[in-house]
């Protein structure tokens, strides 16, 4: 994708990860973008001037006057961009976007900034797990702001830990889709989605599950991030892959593992859409070596898990609650009553009746349910629906 044409100013701060902005420069401009940068004072410790504004065409901005004691004029600045990133971010620089600090030129530009900012912090791993830099981080987030979390690895004071610039490519990526098509219509919303089935361990080599592969949950986390949203994506055995920027993969194996990992992230979520065909059982006993071939019939006796979707409903606060349906007979009555009784404020029913419908097949055939409402669909490719069932809740929000 390109950035042919939009404009955007480079804020950058006193870490060591500095020297990465000169490949993300070029990676910029080669692809189209114009390229204004601001250094703080410390970041000039890192980075030379002569370099960026080589790379970025431009001068640097490094102070209020440049040397012919000619005002740079901040406000002006601010208003050209598109955009505005600061890579890499400090841990003091954030502390003053929270709270307004406004004494140097990197400041006086941000505070004047009408366009999107998009925030790349970068510190040692204690820093960055300091809960002044964890709060500072949810409070830029509330402003709007745009936040790629530092990524975990090798540390330039030689510890491992979360604490790394995102890449340069990472960086080029998020705002590539800042400037998608897409609209950011769940820009600031977290969603939370389950996927695929789950596997219920008979013994340490068979399990209970079923055919879910796992696709519209995906599907459908990848829409919403299309769309801005933060989304955590909670699914079992699939062999569906996703590499988004605002989707956070959380494997999960079984029903009670999925109901341990729904709950981490169940409380802050707007949206919940729960796609995952969680088992309804699980083996009483599982046995700790694998069962032997011995009498002509094996009886494995089951116990119902905790359902995952109801207790959901049952502790629903602001979120918007989404269930799947997967029906053979008596579908609608079924979903509608799923609808009701779990709480939800929305049911979106597959059944297996339709041919091309449901859980291993690429394509899908939804009806959708809420309290006052009903819509129907015609048959789609999973990624259709998912754009089906998302301008819907987007309606709702
Ligand atoms: C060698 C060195 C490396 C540093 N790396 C970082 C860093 O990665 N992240 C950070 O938040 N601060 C780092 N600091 C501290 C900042 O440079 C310091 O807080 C400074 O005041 C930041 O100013 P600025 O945000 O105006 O650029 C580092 C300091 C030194 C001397």
């Known amino acids: 994708m390109s950035l042919q044409g939009k404009k955007i100013i480079l804020g950058i701060t006193g870490g060591i990860a500095a020297y990465k902005m000169n490949y993300l420069v070029r990676d910029l401009v080669k692809s189209g973008a114009e390229v204004k940068i601001v250094?703080?004072?410390?970041?000039?410790?890192?980075?030379?001037?002569?370099?960026?504004?080589?790379?970025?065409?431009?001068?640097?901005?490094?102070?209020?006057?440049?040397?012919?004691?000619?005002?740079?004029?901040?406000?002006?600045?601010?208003?050209?961009?598109?955009?505005?990133?600061?890579?890499?971010?400090?841990?003091?620089?954030l502390a003053k976007i929270t709270v307004g600090i406004c004494d140097n030129f990197l400041m006086a530009v941000y505070m004047s900034a009408k366009c999107p900012v998009i925030i790349a912090p970068a510190m040692d791993l204690d820093m960055y797990a300091h809960p002044a830099v964890t709060r500072n981080l949810k409070t830029a987030e509330s402003f709007g702001h745009t936040i790629i979390p530092a990524e975990f690895g090798e540390l330039a004071s030689g510890l491992t830990g979360q604490g790394r610039l995102a890449e340069p490519a990472t960086i080029l990526s998020v705002l590539e889709n800042q400037f998608s098509d897409a609209k950011q219509t769940f820009a600031g919303k977290k969603f939370l989605i389950t996927a695929g089935p789950t596997y219920e361990n008979i013994d340490p080599v068979r399990f209970v599950g079923n055919h879910s592969s796992g696709k519209m949950g995906f599907d459908l986390a990848k829409e919403a991030a299309k769309r801005g949203a933060k989304v955590v994506l909670i699914s079992g055995p699939s062999?569906?892959?996703?590499?988004?920027?605002?989707?956070?993969?959380?494997?999960?194996?079984?029903?009670?593992?999925?109901?341990?990992?729904?709950?981490?992230?169940?409380?802050?979520?707007?949206?919940?859409?729960?796609?995952?065909?969680?088992?309804?059982?699980?083996?009483?006993?599982?046995?700790?070596?694998?069962?032997?071939?011995?009498?002509?019939?094996?009886?494995?006796?089951?116990?119902?898990n905790k359902d995952i979707l109801r207790t959901m409903g049952e502790k629903k606060a602001q979120q918007f609650l989404v269930g799947f349906a997967l029906e053979?007979?008596?579908?609608?009555?079924?979903?509608?009553?799923?609808?009701?009784?779990?709480?939800?404020?929305?049911?979106?029913?597959?059944?297996?009746?339709?041919?091309?419908?449901g859980f291993a097949n690429a394509t899908n055939k939804v009806k959708i349910f809420t309290p006052t409402e009903e819509q129907s669909f015609s048959l789609k490719s999973k990624e259709a629906v998912a754009k089906d069932l998302l301008d819907f809740i987007e309606q709702k929000l």
């Not at 504004?53 to 901005?61: D, E, M, N, R």
């Not at 707007?270 to 094996?298: C, G, Q, R």
Request: hydrophobic share 40%.
């Open 39 to 93: 250094l703080t004072k410390s970041a000039q410790d890192f980075v030379s001037p002569l370099t960026l504004s080589t790379l970025s065409k431009h001068s640097v901005y490094t102070d209020f006057f440049d040397d012919n004691k000619t005002w740079n004029n901040h406000v002006e600045l601010a208003l050209w961009a598109d955009l505005m990133l600061m890579a890499p971010c400090t841990a003091h620089t």
């Open 239 to 304: 062999s569906q892959k996703v590499e988004d920027e605002n989707i956070k993969l959380c494997k999960v194996t079984s029903a009670q593992e999925m109901f341990d990992e729904v709950f981490k992230y169940y409380e802050d979520a707007d949206v919940a859409i729960m796609s995952a065909a969680v088992a309804d059982y699980t083996p009483k006993v599982k046995a700790k070596e694998k069962i032997k071939k011995k009498d002509n019939e094996l009886t494995i006796e089951l116990i119902k």
């Open 328 to 357: 053979t007979q008596n579908e609608e009555e079924n979903a509608r009553d799923k609808l009701i009784k779990k709480n939800l404020d929305m049911i979106v029913l597959n059944s297996l009746r339709d041919e091309g419908a």
